[in-house]
């Protein structure tokens, strides 16, 4: 039911973890299923230099997880928001149409962590 | 890659002299039943000689079995037909939270049809409460219906004493024994059933093939109309071929019941005592009173499907309640309806035994499964190192 993509990343998920002092996080829970995703980002000039995750979810959670955090690395914050759902879909080879909303958590999370990351930019 | 099938409770290998005997029947004995010429005597025998196996597997007589498609089937057939024949007596049907969709979803359309469903709770194991049954029944109750074993965490109704009390109440009592017929004794006599579903494929036997067992005197109505076939409780040229195999199967399990029974239940509790020997990890279902095949376990912090897709890697093959791999994004209603909360029905996996497992394989599951679990707990956003405790043993 998975392309070879999603289950690569399932089996080897890049960048697992959190990140010590992250500029910024970002938690979403999934309202269908009840999942839960946080991601840890590390911003320096307004540049993405490492991002960590960790989900509770099924193999789609997992998978998008994974190729949200390799999406995004080395983009700048503005790159970085434009970042859909469909395309971290996409970039999996597709998911199967019942799995299409485990792919919001990745891009969503990742859009809280960047909102953290400016709200506390902006506190300073 | 060692590959270990643990779904016996979704389905199980046909037995080889299950495939023997279907092959037989097609290639050499084709014949309608109903014909009068030698061809169809000789597929009427098969068929016969196969109602009295299936029978004997209940403790029935062979003319209280009609064979259908399968437990499905069954279930409807004994749900609408009593419900259809009994309306003018009454309209009130009772049931419980934990039953098979095939009860449920029969009884929800009896429901829009105008009749009245009570749908019994269940205790944290699972279990119907003697109690709950008694104040539910009313004048009016016609049917109750609540299943032997329950098909996801393998909890045995006390079905005797639930029927005992519905016949004394005047009511007709049927039971889905889809799990039990075949995997622990099951005897309509010493139950007291008036109607009991079983299946084929859950006993080694082919899919698409099952009986409903209706106690002589019960009335009831057909669902479908046609010839005379099945006593014109269920027309329809009979699927022969998967009958042979049914009663294949079912002198199979008659034969091998005592010996097998004990064996699953040996490799059941290691599995259990080797899963809730792992920080966090908690048993579904009732501790004893419990199919010899069903070890039904939540475990903490992680997701079932990303569970089942690292073992299917491993070569194991399970199943889950989690809301992910259930294609409605529900949890389980039988895990909820026990009060487990969302999060651990979504950690909950479901390992169920058969004929074809042995020693060797519980020793690799219970070696691969710690190693996955850890890897996917450290994925995971809610699990806390600090906080996992050793869960309470299981009195
Ligand atoms: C308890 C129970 N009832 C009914 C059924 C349905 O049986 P069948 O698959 O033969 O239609 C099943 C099988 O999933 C079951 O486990
Ligand atoms: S996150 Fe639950 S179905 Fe994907």
Redo the contacts between chains.
């Keep these: 039911m998975?392309t070879d993509k999603v289950?690569d990343h399932?089996?080897n998920?890049r960048n697992?973890g959190e990140i010590e002092k992250p500029s910024g996080v970002g938690?979403v829970g999934n309202p269908?299923?009840?999942?839960?995703?946080?991601i840890y980002i590390d911003v320096e000039d307004d540049i993405i230099k490492d991002v960590k995750f960790?989900?509770?979810?099924?193999?789609a959670?997992?998978a998008t997880s994974s190729i949200c955090t390799e999406l995004v690395i080395g983009k700048s914050i503005d790159e970085a928001l434009k970042l859909t759902n469909e395309a971290v879909a996409e970039a999996l080879d597709g998911l199967p149409p019942?799995k299409m909303?485990?792919s919001n958590l990745a891009a969503d999370a990742l859009h809280k962590a960047i909102a953290d990351y400016k709200a506390k930019q902006e506190a300073k | 890659m060692r590959r270990v099938y643990l779904d016996h409770g979704a389905t199980t290998p046909v037995h080889p002299e299950v495939i023997e005997a279907m092959v037989a029947c097609m290639r050499d004995h084709f014949g309608n039943p109903s014909s009068v010429h030698s061809f169809g005597r000789e597929a009427k025998k098969l068929l016969e000689d196969a109602r009295s196996n299936v029978a004997k597997l209940i403790g029935a007589r062979p003319e209280e079995i009609i064979f259908t498609s399968g437990g499905t089937e069954a279930d409807n057939l004994a749900i609408f037909g009593v419900a259809r024949a009994m309306r003018k007596k009454g309209n009130h049907i009772i049931t419980s939270a934990v039953e098979h969709h095939a009860v449920l979803d029969a009884c929800l359309a009896l429901k829009k049809e105008g009749f009245e469903i009570t749908v019994l709770p269940v205790d944290e194991y699972g279990m119907v409460k003697i109690e709950d049954l008694k104040a539910a029944l009313r004048p009016e109750t016609i049917l109750v219906t609540i299943m032997h074993a329950n098909n996801e965490v393998g909890t045995i109704q006390p079905i005797k004493e639930i029927t005992r009390i519905v016949k004394e109440h005047g009511a007709i009592m049927h039971t889905d024994a889809v799990q039990t017929a075949g995997k622990i004794p099951v005897d309509v006599n010493e139950l007291g059933v008036d109607l009991l579903s079983a299946s084929s494929h859950k006993i080694y036997g082919p899919k698409g093939v099952g009986c409903l067992y209706i106690r002589k005197g019960t009335k009831m109505f057909p669902l479908t109309h046609g010839g005379g076939q099945e006593r014109k409780r269920r027309p329809g040229t009979e699927n022969l071929p998967g009958i042979v195999g049914f009663g294949k199967a079912a002198e199979i399990m008659t034969r091998d019941l005592p010996e097998e029974t004990s064996r699953m239940t040996k490799l059941r509790n290691r599995l259990i005592e080797g899963f809730t020997a792992i920080p966090e990890v908690k048993l579904n279902g009732h501790p004893t009173d419990r199919l010899p095949i069903n070890v039904n376990v939540s475990i903490r912090?992680?997701?079932g499907?990303?569970l089942l897709?690292?073992l299917d890697?491993k070569g194991i093959a399970g199943s889950s309640g989690?809301?992910?791999?259930s294609?409605s994004?529900d949890?389980s209603h039988v895990l909820l309806a026990m009060g487990i909360p969302?999060?651990i029905a979504?950690g909950s996996l479901r390992l169920t035994l058969g004929r074809d497992n042995s020693e060797a394989d519980i020793d690799y599951v219970l070696q691969v499964v710690p190693e996955i679990i850890e890897r996917l707990r450290?994925?995971?956003?809610?699990y806390d190192r600090k906080e996992a405790q050793a869960c309470t043993p299981i009195k």
């Design positions: 998975y289950m399932f089996m998920p697992v938690e269908t299923c009840g999942d839960i995703m946080r960790k989900t509770f979810g099924c193999g959670a997992i019942q909303h485990c | 912090y992680i997701e499907e990303s897709l690292m890697m989690s809301a992910c791999t294609g994004l949890p969302h999060e979504h450290a994925m995971s956003p809610l």
